[in-house]
Protein backbone atom coordinates (compact mmCIF):
# COMPACT_ATOMS: atom_id res chain seq x y z
CA UNK A 1 0.00 0.00 0.00
CA UNK A 2 1.12 3.51 -0.63
CA UNK A 3 1.05 6.66 1.58
CA UNK A 4 2.08 9.85 1.39
CA UNK A 5 3.43 12.07 4.05
CA UNK A 6 3.43 16.09 3.56
CA UNK A 7 5.81 17.20 6.32
CA UNK A 8 4.34 20.56 6.57
CA UNK A 9 0.78 21.47 7.76
CA UNK A 10 0.99 25.06 7.13
CA UNK A 11 3.71 27.31 5.21
CA UNK A 12 3.54 31.27 5.72
CA UNK A 13 5.91 33.25 2.95
CA UNK A 14 6.21 36.66 1.75
CA UNK A 15 5.10 37.50 -1.52
CA UNK A 16 7.84 37.08 -3.79
CA UNK A 17 9.69 35.14 -2.03
CA UNK A 18 10.70 31.09 -3.33
CA UNK A 19 8.36 28.34 -1.72
CA UNK A 20 9.84 24.64 -1.26
CA UNK A 21 6.46 22.55 0.09
CA UNK A 22 7.88 18.76 0.78
CA UNK A 23 6.10 15.42 -0.10
CA UNK A 24 7.59 12.13 1.08
CA UNK A 25 5.60 9.06 -0.14
CA UNK A 26 6.37 4.93 0.23
CA UNK A 27 5.30 2.18 -2.20
CA UNK A 28 6.50 -1.31 -2.68
CA UNK A 29 5.58 -0.26 -6.59
CA UNK A 30 6.69 1.79 -9.02
CA UNK A 31 3.98 5.23 -8.90
CA UNK A 32 2.79 8.48 -10.41
CA UNK A 33 2.88 11.30 -8.31
CA UNK A 34 0.60 14.25 -8.26
CA UNK A 35 0.33 18.00 -6.72
CA UNK A 36 -3.12 19.47 -6.89
CA UNK A 37 -4.24 22.68 -5.51
CA UNK A 38 -7.20 23.60 -3.97
CA UNK A 39 -7.87 27.23 -3.51
CA UNK A 40 -11.22 28.00 -1.04
CA UNK A 41 -14.15 25.92 -1.69
CA UNK A 42 -13.16 24.55 -4.67
CA UNK A 43 -11.86 21.10 -6.50
CA UNK A 44 -8.58 20.10 -6.53
CA UNK A 45 -6.53 21.16 -10.21
CA UNK A 46 -3.78 19.32 -10.80
CA UNK A 47 -0.57 21.08 -10.69
CA UNK A 48 1.43 18.69 -12.53
CA UNK A 49 2.23 15.12 -12.35
CA UNK A 50 5.25 12.73 -12.87
CA UNK A 51 4.71 9.48 -15.18
CA UNK A 52 8.02 9.18 -16.29
CA UNK A 53 10.93 10.78 -17.80
CA UNK A 54 12.98 13.61 -16.79
CA UNK A 55 12.81 13.91 -12.80
CA UNK A 56 11.98 17.67 -13.31
CA UNK A 57 9.12 18.59 -13.40
CA UNK A 58 6.91 21.80 -14.91
CA UNK A 59 3.84 22.40 -13.91
CA UNK A 60 0.84 25.42 -14.17
CA UNK A 61 1.53 28.77 -12.55
CA UNK A 62 5.46 28.62 -12.72
CA UNK A 63 5.05 25.53 -10.48
CA UNK A 64 7.84 22.93 -10.83
CA UNK A 65 8.53 19.59 -8.84
CA UNK A 66 11.61 16.99 -8.60
CA UNK A 67 11.02 13.44 -8.23
CA UNK A 68 13.65 12.28 -6.21
CA UNK A 69 13.71 7.66 -6.25
CA UNK A 70 16.26 7.50 -4.18
CA UNK A 71 14.78 9.63 -1.23
CA UNK A 72 11.14 8.90 -2.73
CA UNK A 73 10.23 12.57 -2.90
CA UNK A 74 8.12 14.70 -4.90
CA UNK A 75 8.56 18.31 -3.58
CA UNK A 76 7.45 21.16 -5.31
CA UNK A 77 8.71 24.71 -5.48
CA UNK A 78 7.80 28.19 -6.87
CA UNK A 79 10.83 30.39 -7.01
CA UNK A 80 8.25 33.69 -6.66
CA UNK A 81 5.10 33.60 -5.49
CA UNK A 82 2.23 35.24 -5.45
CA UNK A 83 -0.51 36.82 -3.22
CA UNK A 84 -2.53 34.40 -5.29
CA UNK A 85 -1.28 31.17 -4.58
CA UNK A 86 -2.62 30.40 -0.96
CA UNK A 87 -4.46 28.07 -1.34
CA UNK A 88 -4.01 24.33 0.17
CA UNK A 89 -1.52 21.78 -1.80
CA UNK A 90 -2.00 18.20 -1.60
CA UNK A 91 0.57 15.63 -3.12
CA UNK A 92 -0.65 12.60 -4.50
CA UNK A 93 0.55 9.12 -5.57
CA UNK A 94 -0.83 6.02 -7.69
CA UNK A 95 0.45 2.57 -8.95
CA UNK A 96 1.46 2.62 -12.39
CA UNK A 97 0.88 -0.91 -12.95
CA UNK A 98 -1.47 -2.79 -11.95
CA UNK A 99 -4.58 -0.92 -13.02
CA UNK A 100 -5.26 0.17 -9.98
CA UNK A 101 -6.60 4.13 -10.42
CA UNK A 102 -6.77 5.33 -6.39
CA UNK A 103 -5.43 8.10 -5.74
CA UNK A 104 -3.49 8.21 -2.38
CA UNK A 105 -3.62 11.79 -0.74
CA UNK A 106 -1.14 13.58 1.73
CA UNK A 107 -2.65 15.55 4.37
CA UNK A 108 -2.46 18.51 2.39
CA UNK A 109 -0.09 21.91 3.04
CA UNK A 110 -2.08 25.52 3.25
CA UNK A 111 0.27 28.12 1.67
CA UNK A 112 -0.17 31.21 2.67
CA UNK A 113 1.55 34.10 1.31
CA UNK A 114 1.31 37.44 2.80
CA UNK A 115 2.34 40.97 1.22
CA UNK B 1 -10.69 21.47 -19.69
CA UNK B 2 -12.85 19.08 -18.41
CA UNK B 3 -15.44 20.38 -16.01
CA UNK B 4 -16.79 18.31 -13.36
CA UNK B 5 -20.07 19.51 -11.24
CA UNK B 6 -21.43 18.66 -7.74
CA UNK B 7 -25.13 19.50 -6.37
CA UNK B 8 -25.72 20.62 -4.33
CA UNK B 9 -22.65 22.69 -3.08
CA UNK B 10 -23.65 22.54 0.54
CA UNK B 11 -26.57 20.66 2.05
CA UNK B 12 -27.90 20.80 6.16
CA UNK B 13 -30.08 17.59 7.22
CA UNK B 14 -31.17 16.11 10.33
CA UNK B 15 -30.55 13.20 11.65
CA UNK B 16 -32.11 10.11 10.00
CA UNK B 17 -32.76 11.46 6.70
CA UNK B 18 -30.98 10.68 3.18
CA UNK B 19 -29.11 12.69 1.59
CA UNK B 20 -28.43 12.58 -2.34
CA UNK B 21 -25.09 14.00 -4.31
CA UNK B 22 -24.99 14.52 -7.38
CA UNK B 23 -21.79 14.35 -9.88
CA UNK B 24 -21.56 15.12 -13.68
CA UNK B 25 -19.24 15.45 -16.03
CA UNK B 26 -20.25 18.50 -18.63
CA UNK B 27 -18.15 18.46 -21.12
CA UNK B 28 -16.58 14.97 -21.55
CA UNK B 29 -18.06 11.51 -20.74
CA UNK B 30 -16.72 9.55 -17.44
CA UNK B 31 -16.36 5.79 -17.95
CA UNK B 32 -15.33 5.70 -14.36
CA UNK B 33 -16.17 8.24 -11.31
CA UNK B 34 -14.70 8.76 -7.80
CA UNK B 35 -16.06 9.57 -4.46
CA UNK B 36 -13.67 11.07 -1.78
CA UNK B 37 -14.22 12.23 1.68
CA UNK B 38 -12.65 14.77 3.26
CA UNK B 39 -12.49 15.82 7.19
CA UNK B 40 -11.60 18.96 8.21
CA UNK B 41 -7.31 19.53 7.87
CA UNK B 42 -7.26 15.93 6.44
CA UNK B 43 -6.36 14.18 3.40
CA UNK B 44 -9.29 12.98 0.88
CA UNK B 45 -9.85 9.41 1.35
CA UNK B 46 -11.30 7.19 -1.54
CA UNK B 47 -14.33 6.22 -0.71
CA UNK B 48 -15.53 3.99 -3.89
CA UNK B 49 -14.70 3.61 -7.47
CA UNK B 50 -17.78 3.58 -9.88
CA UNK B 51 -18.01 2.43 -13.34
CA UNK B 52 -20.80 3.40 -15.33
CA UNK B 53 -23.20 0.86 -15.82
CA UNK B 54 -21.86 -1.82 -13.00
CA UNK B 55 -21.55 -2.24 -9.50
CA UNK B 56 -19.52 0.56 -7.39
CA UNK B 57 -16.13 -0.96 -5.56
CA UNK B 58 -16.18 0.42 -1.97
CA UNK B 59 -12.95 0.93 -0.29
CA UNK B 60 -12.19 -0.72 2.77
CA UNK B 61 -14.42 0.12 6.11
CA UNK B 62 -16.72 2.36 3.69
CA UNK B 63 -20.49 0.93 4.35
CA UNK B 64 -21.66 -0.04 1.07
CA UNK B 65 -25.14 -0.10 2.55
CA UNK B 66 -25.04 3.58 4.04
CA UNK B 67 -23.56 5.47 1.08
CA UNK B 68 -25.23 3.83 -2.02
CA UNK B 69 -23.38 4.58 -5.25
CA UNK B 70 -25.52 4.85 -9.04
CA UNK B 71 -23.39 5.79 -12.00
CA UNK B 72 -26.19 5.16 -14.77
CA UNK B 73 -24.73 7.02 -17.16
CA UNK B 74 -21.59 8.39 -18.87
CA UNK B 75 -22.16 11.72 -17.60
CA UNK B 76 -23.83 10.96 -13.86
CA UNK B 77 -23.23 9.38 -10.88
CA UNK B 78 -24.98 10.03 -7.42
CA UNK B 79 -23.80 9.22 -4.08
CA UNK B 80 -26.94 8.61 -1.43
CA UNK B 81 -25.78 9.18 1.99
CA UNK B 82 -28.65 7.08 3.80
CA UNK B 83 -29.94 7.99 7.53
CA UNK B 84 -27.23 10.33 8.11
CA UNK B 85 -25.84 10.90 11.11
CA UNK B 86 -23.93 13.69 12.74
CA UNK B 87 -20.63 11.47 12.43
CA UNK B 88 -21.67 11.71 8.60
CA UNK B 89 -20.73 15.57 8.57
CA UNK B 90 -18.06 16.34 5.42
CA UNK B 91 -16.70 17.26 2.87
CA UNK B 92 -17.61 14.92 -0.65
CA UNK B 93 -15.66 15.40 -3.40
CA UNK B 94 -16.19 13.43 -6.43
CA UNK B 95 -13.43 13.27 -9.51
CA UNK B 96 -14.60 11.62 -13.23
CA UNK B 97 -11.99 10.05 -15.71
CA UNK B 98 -12.62 10.46 -19.03
CA UNK B 99 -12.97 7.69 -21.51
CA UNK B 100 -9.85 7.26 -23.17
CA UNK B 101 -7.39 4.73 -24.14
CA UNK B 102 -4.24 5.82 -22.54
CA UNK B 103 -2.71 4.21 -19.92
CA UNK B 104 -2.84 7.33 -17.89
CA UNK B 105 -6.31 9.08 -17.51
CA UNK B 106 -6.18 11.93 -15.47
CA UNK B 107 -9.19 12.50 -13.10
CA UNK B 108 -10.97 15.43 -12.98
CA UNK B 109 -12.37 17.07 -9.84
CA UNK B 110 -15.98 18.69 -8.89
CA UNK B 111 -16.43 21.25 -6.46
CA UNK B 112 -17.24 19.17 -3.77
CA UNK B 113 -20.25 19.19 -1.58
CA UNK B 114 -20.18 20.01 2.48
CA UNK B 115 -22.54 18.07 4.11
CA UNK B 116 -23.59 19.04 8.04
CA UNK B 117 -26.28 16.53 9.48
CA UNK B 118 -27.59 18.17 12.54
Known amino acids: AQSVTQLDSQVPVFEEAPVELRCNYS??????LFWYVQYPNQGLQLLLK??????LVKGINGFEAEFNKSQTSFHLRKPSVHISDTAEYFCAVRESQGGSEKLVFGKGTKLTVNP | GAVVSQHPSWVICKSGTSVKIECRSLDFQATTMFWYRQFPKQSLMLMAT?????????EQGVEKDKFLINHASLTLSTLTVTSAHPEDSSFYICSARARGGSSYNEQFFGPGTRLTVL
Open chain 1, 50 to 55: YLSGST
Open chain 2, 50 to 58: SNEGSKATY
Open chain 1, 27 to 32: SSVSVY
